[in-house]
């Protein structure tokens, strides 16, 4: 009998691979979401929010920005390797490199379209240009990446502030100390948030208006919770059928 219940709880299992094909791999998978928050001392007043599911080292990014400064480029990564918080305190304001303690640096850089490695942190004409936005890409990440997501050190940051509500980015808090060539207001942090595990099933389902490479909505509680139950199920007939043997002795 205890034979015949192990051997139904791997059919079970084997059966919802059959219905599942894509579940077999839901253990690689992990999603995480980011709040937006502003740099206040940068006077910043806008917000948004990001996800992110990681497959391997294949990262589905969405990121949905609100109220930044129009007509102007916005940096944006995934900043890894420090505190994995969001710099609160500035003198007078926050600079990227002020904030670098708690942030880190550019593990990711989630251009509209090629290169996303760190060297592309400050190719401003790869980056959403618009004061409100939806991003989507899937790109390739560093272990790195994935690493600091899993223990909760990864914090996305948009770049970009308007610092003296003139319309532009200009001279107002000087030049930058990332590239002299370029004025602070560009690359001084707007927006940040530390992602924290998904609270629901994948990333949202929402047309790009900006972005690159290809999306799609992945996870989903209900095919985790099958094969949840299926295991269970296994790991049950296991100890029944210990149980039987011991007793028959």
């Known amino acids: ?5 192990l051997a139904g709880a791997v059919s079970s299992v084997i059966g919802i691979g059959l219905l599942f094909p894509g579940s077999a791999s839901a253990a690689d998978t992990w999603s995480y979401q980011a709040a937006l928050n502003p740099v206040a001392a940068n006077l910043v007043s806008g917000n948004g929010a990001s996800w992110i599911t990681v497959t391997g080292t294949t990262a589905e990014v969405q990121i949905q920005v609100n109220g930044l400064l129009d007509n102007a480029p916005h940096a944006q990564a995934i900043r890894i390797d420090a505190q994995g918080s969001c710099p609160t305190q500035g003198s007078p304001t926050i600079s990227t490199t002020d904030g670098q303690p708690s942030y880190g640096t550019v593990g990711a850089a989630l251009t509209t379209d090629g290169d996303s490695s760190p060297a592309a942190a400050l190719a401003l004409g ?9 991003y989507t890409r899937t790109i390739e990440v560093d272990p790195a990446v994935v690493a600091a997501l899993q223990g909760g050190t990864a914090v996305l940051m948009v770049h970009g502030v308007d610092y003296n509500n003139n319309g532009s980015y200009d001279g107002a808090l000087g030049t930058s100390e ?44 209900d095919a985790a919770g099958v094969v949840g139950a299926a295991a269970l199920l296994l790991f049950g007939g296991a100890v029944l059928a210990g149980r039987r043997r011991g007793t028959a002795r």
Do not use: H, K, W
Not at 1 to 5: G, T
Not at 178 to 195: I, K, M, R, V
């Open 1 to 5: 009998m205890s034979r015949i219940l």
């Open 178 to 221: 990332l590239d002299p060539s370029l004025p602070a207001e560009a690359t001084d942090p707007a927006l940040c948030g530390t992602f924290v595990p998904m609270q629901m099933a994948g990333v949202p389902d929402g047309a790009a208006n900006t972005g690159g490479g290809s999306t799609a909505t992945t996870g989903g509680d």
């Open 126 to 134: 790869q980056f959403p240009s618009a004061g409100s936005y939806t």
